[in-house]
T-cell receptor, first 112, second 111 residues
Framework: GQQLNQSPQSMFIQEGEDVSMNCTSSSIFNTWLWYKQDPGEGPVLLIALYKAGELTSNGRLTAQFGITRKDSFLNISASIPSDVGIYFCAGASGGSNYKLTFGKGTLLTVNP | NAGVTQTPKFQVLKTGQSMTLQCAQDMNHNSMYWYRQDPGMGLRLIYYSASEGTTDKGEVPNGYNVSRLNKREFSLRLESAAPSQTSVYFC??????????FGEGSWLTVV
């Protein structure tokens, strides 16, 4: 099946720093999604990307759909303590509009 | 806004017992999903319902059954629980595409 490689697995940063994480795939995707999960909660949708090359922002978060359709990255600027959590990428190919493939997640820790 | 609501939040079952996880969404979404989340395995699709009246298997359907009761509700049933089904279960929904929205999760332990 399709697999997503998400990196890094974990990050420890200081408050105020910028963060970058990415996902790569061996397959082409038509949709890329980024989610954040807090402990004990369900994943919350942060950004959805639908076109190759698309760059979308949501506050301090920016995500891009790679031109090759095989990768995506998420940047967080000026991190704050509440950014702590697990960030997941997810992708879908055109042949399976109802089946997302998820990355294993990036655990972000922000030191105040 | 309730979004996707699932019950129960926590449940402990004995091996062989049955139970049903309930899920309801109030966003008038067409598609609904059940995922399980396990350490090191990420989120895996169990079953999905593209529209009312249809259900399809996902990546890990064995040991589960689902019912799309109406447009709002999608239940997941474990007929004979096994320890391997200890997991966190998430219901989710989407309007048309795969931009899905998750519920808060149900923590299930099978002893």
């Amino acid at each position: 099946g399709q697999q997503l490689n998400q990196s890094p697995q974990s990050m420890f940063i200081q408050e105020g720093e910028d963060v970058s994480m990415n996902c790569t795939s061996s397959s082409i995707f038509n949709t890329w999604l980024w989610y954040k999960q807090d402990p004990g909660e369900g994943p919350v949708l942060l950004i959805a990307l639908y076109k190759a090359g698309e760059l979308t922002s949501n506050g301090r978060l920016t995500a891009q759909f790679g031109i090759t359709r095989k990768d995506s990255f998420l940047n967080i600027s000026a991190s704050i303590p509440s950014d702590v959590g697990i960030y997941f990428c997810a992708g879908a190919s055109g042949g399976s509009n109802y089946k997302l493939t998820f990355g294993k997640g990036t655990l972000l820790t922000v030191n105040p | 806004n309730a979004g996707v609501t699932q019950t129960p939040k926590f449940q402990v079952l004995k091996t062989g017992q049955s139970m049903t996880l309930q899920c309801a969404q109030d966003m008038n979404h067409n598609s609904m999903y059940w995922y399980r989340q396990d350490p090191g395995m990420g989120l895996r699709l169990i079953y999905y319902s593209a529209s009312e009246g249809t259900t399809d298997k996902g990546e890990v359907p064995n040991g589960y059954n689902v019912s799309r009761l109406n447009k709002r509700e999608f239940s997941l049933r474990l007929e004979s629980a096994a320890p391997s089904q200890t997991s966190v279960y998430f219901c989710a929904s989407s309007l048309r595409d795969v931009t899905i929205y998750f519920g808060e999760g149900s923590w299930l332990t099978v002893v």
